[in-house]
């Protein structure tokens, strides 16, 4: 049996193609760039959480991860949107020596 037959039928919620991409089918589509854990929580907890998932129209899933997020808000590393881009004269590589000169920069 090829692989993926194999992935499929271990893993029935896996999805891998020919393409090489891989990811965890979810509602919707297929969820990629998350890393799986597992954590306990009192069987209460579950209970609440399956009625607010149900009540908001998500999974659990969706749901815990939301929260962990809002929860590590403070902890998560800004990703740059853009490199080299700074507010500026639009021809200081031009004029570097110029600009430098008139700043007075390197002189003591």
């Known amino acids: 049996m090829p692989?993926?037959?194999?992935?499929?039928?271990a893993w029935p919620w896996h999805c891998a193609d020919d393409s090489g991409r891989n990811g965890w089918r979810?509602?919707?589509?297929?969820?990629?760039?998350?890393?799986?854990?597992?954590?306990?929580?009192?069987p209460d907890v579950d209970v609440a959480l399956s009625r607010r998932a149900a009540l908001e129209g998500t999974t659990k899933a969706a749901?815990?991860?939301s929260a962990l997020r809002a929860a590590a808000q403070d902890s998560l590393r800004?990703?740059?949107?853009?490199?080299?881009?700074f507010a500026g004269p639009a021809d200081l590589a031009e004029t570097v020596d110029e600009r430098l000169a008139e700043s007075g920069f390197g002189q003591s």
């Not at 979810?26 to 306990?40: C, D, E, Q």
């Open 63 to 65: 749901l815990i991860r």
């Open 78 to 85: 800004v990703r740059p949107r853009a490199r080299g881009v």
């Open 26 to 42: 979810v509602a919707g589509g297929r969820l990629s760039n998350v890393k799986k854990t597992s954590i306990y929580i009192e």
């Open 3 to 9: 692989l993926l037959g194999v992935l499929a039928e």
